[in-house]
């Protein structure tokens, strides 16, 4: 960790979104002027971090952040762990060094300021506030095989929070984590390479924990985090299980496919029985959504049947 950000962690490990604390504490905490205390908030402003300023007062955290403890993290994941403050995309990062990587390999940041979401969406990565993270796996195919992966995913991230006590979850075909039936987590599957015998993939996934007000604002479709639960779960520990479950599952969907996963997925789905939309640009079906099937594809039921809709573009909302 370079100087730059050590300082500005001790300065936010002082900080508290309960109370004020005033900046000649920090200043004296810290052996820094108040001159330099109040450049590096100025700074933690510019990477999404809402902090109230208040003359006499001090300064106050609008919402808890979570920060990794980086020695606990390298030692608890199985495998190589690339850990970041700062980043453009984990994404971007594990694709650039693809031929570098085993198969589990992850990148974790806590801030992203390229993060991207499907379909070139961007994704809002305020410093220290939720969950940013990448890893890397080799299936032993070819892409064919790799359908339905992004439900896997889910099924994981799913399991793990559920582990952890989170209430309230489900699963929106094809790739979105919902909690109390507001978007909580997103995933991104990119294909590095691909042939006929091997297909190298890297699995982004972001997950809310505490998004500020000021962020939120700037989303523009419902959202959730995980900030309104009795206790919100070590940013820590929930990576490191994370990371074992997706790799006990991956190698599950290796060897038995989706299969495996279709009853969690049945657990957990929001709109399995329900009038739905399934909009591709331009067009659009209407019809009952009665799950998936082994390939991951969505079955729609209409007039005409029960068919199978899969594809990148593919996108569902609730009927109106």
């Known amino acids: 960790m370079n100087g730059h950000w050590l300082r500005k962690r001790q300065i936010l490990a002082c900080l508290s979104h ?6 000649e504490v920090i200043a004296q905490q810290l052996s820094l002027t108040r001159a330099a205390i109040n450049q590096h908030i100025d700074a933690l402003k510019d990477y999404g971090i809402e902090i109230y ?10 919402n808890p952040i979570s920060l990794v403890n980086e020695s606990d993290l390298l030692n608890g994941i199985d495998g190589r762990c690339f850990y970041f403050d700062e980043t453009a995309s984990t994404n971007a990062f594990m694709l650039g060094h693809a031929t570098e990587l085993k198969s589990g390999d992850i990148c974790i940041a806590e801030y992203q300021s390229a993060g991207r979401g499907r379909r070139g969406r961007q994704w809002l990565s305020p410093y220290g506030h939720h969950i940013y993270a990448s890893m890397f796996w080799r299936l032993n195919n070819d892409i064919s095989h790799a359908s339905g992966l992004s439900l896997v995913i889910g099924c994981s991230i799913v399991k793990t929070l559920a582990d952890f006590g989170v209430e309230g979850l ?23 390479q691909s042939s006929a015998n091997q297909t190298e993939l890297v699995i982004g996934f972001g997950i ?8 939120g604002e700037l989303i523009d479709q ?8 009795k206790e919100i779960p070590d940013k820590t520990e929930l990576l490191i299980k994370l990371h074992k479950t997706l790799k006990a599952d991956l190698q599950l969907f290796e060897l038995k496919g989706l299969g495996a996963f279709l009853e969690r997925w049945n657990e957990y789905d929001l709109f399995v029985n329900r009038e739905v939309s399934l909009l591709m640009a331009p067009n659009s079906v209407s019809g ?3 799950g998936i099937d082994q390939q991951g594809a969505l079955l729609l039921e209409t007039e005409q049947g029960i068919k199978p809709y899969i594809g990148g573009e593919i996108s569902l909302r609730a009927a109106i």
């Open 53 to 62: 300023s208040v003359k006499g007062r001090g300064y106050k955290l609008a």
């Open 222 to 229: 419902p959202w959730s985090d995980l900030s309104s639960l």
């Open 288 to 290: 009952i959504c009665r």
């Open 18 to 23: 309960q109370h004020f604390v005033s900046g």
């Open 208 to 215: 809310n924990m505490s998004m500020s007000v000021e962020q």
């Open 170 to 192: 489900g699963l929106k075909w094809p790739n979105d984590i919902y909690l109390d039936h507001s978007k909580l987590a997103g995933i991104l599957v990119e294909i590095s």
